[in-house]
């Protein structure tokens, strides 16, 4: 059985064809694989075709679909600092916009594991208690949606260099207030000699 998908400009088309079983032996199919387009040329009447019911779900249709005419992430160098209670959930959110996809990513930064007392309130369950939840984020958001480019770093926000050259967006989700104040006086001094308007710093003051 194999599958053939056309996409042209009036629609997708997906088709089913299925081989007769006396056609579909190892010999034919890698000794005399050569002449196998021979072969199914000669049965074409043999072979059933089967239209099949499809959707597009690419990364350009999924993330455009319904912001069309709106500003998206895709393409964006996004950094996001804390996946916690809040950090983790707007990990996905970013990622369901579109960070990450075509040539963009998300990056995703917390040192912490995934402890039971944070179970009711996080992302993540049970399936990986124990686990870096920057890494543990990545594998979950990967798992649920296309292709994307999500780098986690378990470590601290300290071992990762920021910059306009760097980042489009970074966001400090770990309700620290300490550190948005230290991140966005680095913001501040990058837009100093940044003309384009660099967003440097997104502070989420929350205690959670």
């Given at each position: 059985?194999?599958?053939?998908?056309?996409?042209?400009?009036?629609?997708?088309?997906?088709?089913?064809?299925?081989?007769?079983?006396?056609?579909?032996?190892?010999e034919?199919?890698?000794?005399?694989?050569?002449?196998?387009?021979?072969?199914?040329?000669r049965?074409?009447?043999?072979?059933?075709?089967?239209?099949?019911?499809s959707?597009?779900?690419?990364?350009?249709?999924?993330?455009?679909?319904?912001?069309?005419?709106?500003?998206?992430?895709?393409?964006?160098?996004?950094?996001?600092?804390?996946?916690?209670?809040?950090?983790s959930f707007?990990?996905?959110?970013?990622?369901?916009?579109?960070?990450?996809?075509?040539?963009?990513?998300l990056?995703?930064?917390?040192?912490?594991?995934?402890?039971?007392?944070?179970?009711?309130?996080?992302?993540?369950?049970?399936?990986?208690?124990?686990?870096?939840?920057?890494?543990?984020?990545?594998?979950f958001?990967?798992e649920?949606?296309?292709?994307?480019?999500?780098?986690?770093?378990?470590?601290?926000?300290?071992?990762?260099?920021?910059?306009?050259?760097?980042?489009?967006?970074?966001?400090?989700?770990?309700?620290?207030?300490?550190?948005?104040?230290?991140?966005?006086?680095?913001?501040?001094?990058?837009?100093?000699?940044?003309?384009?308007?660099?967003?440097a710093?997104?502070?989420?003051?929350?205690?959670?």
């Amino acid at each position: 059985m194999a599958f053939l998908a056309i996409r042209a400009s009036n629609g997708l088309f997906l088709c089913r064809a299925s081989i007769p079983v006396a056609y579909r032996t190892k010999e034919l199919l890698q000794t005399r694989r050569g002449n196998l387009h021979r072969t199914l040329t000669r049965i074409g009447s043999k072979i059933s075709i089967e239209r099949v019911n499809s959707a597009p779900a690419d990364t350009d249709y999924i993330f455009d679909r319904y912001l069309q005419g709106s500003s998206t992430l895709p393409g964006k160098r996004i950094l996001l600092i804390g996946c916690g209670t809040i950090g983790s959930f707007l990990a996905q959110q970013l990622a369901q916009c579109g960070a990450g996809s075509r040539d963009g990513e998300l990056t995703l930064v917390d040192p912490d594991l995934l402890y039971p007392a944070n179970l009711g309130r996080h992302l993540l369950g049970a399936p990986f208690l124990y686990e870096n939840k920057a890494n543990a984020c990545a594998e979950f958001i990967m798992e649920q949606l296309p292709p994307l480019n999500i780098r986690p770093v378990a470590n601290y926000a300290e071992s990762v260099e920021i910059g306009p050259s760097l980042y489009d967006l970074v966001i400090d989700a770990t309700g620290e207030e300490a550190l948005s104040i230290a991140l966005n006086h680095r913001g501040q001094l990058h837009r100093r000699f940044c003309s384009s308007g660099w967003k440097a710093m997104v502070p989420w003051q929350s205690r959670f």
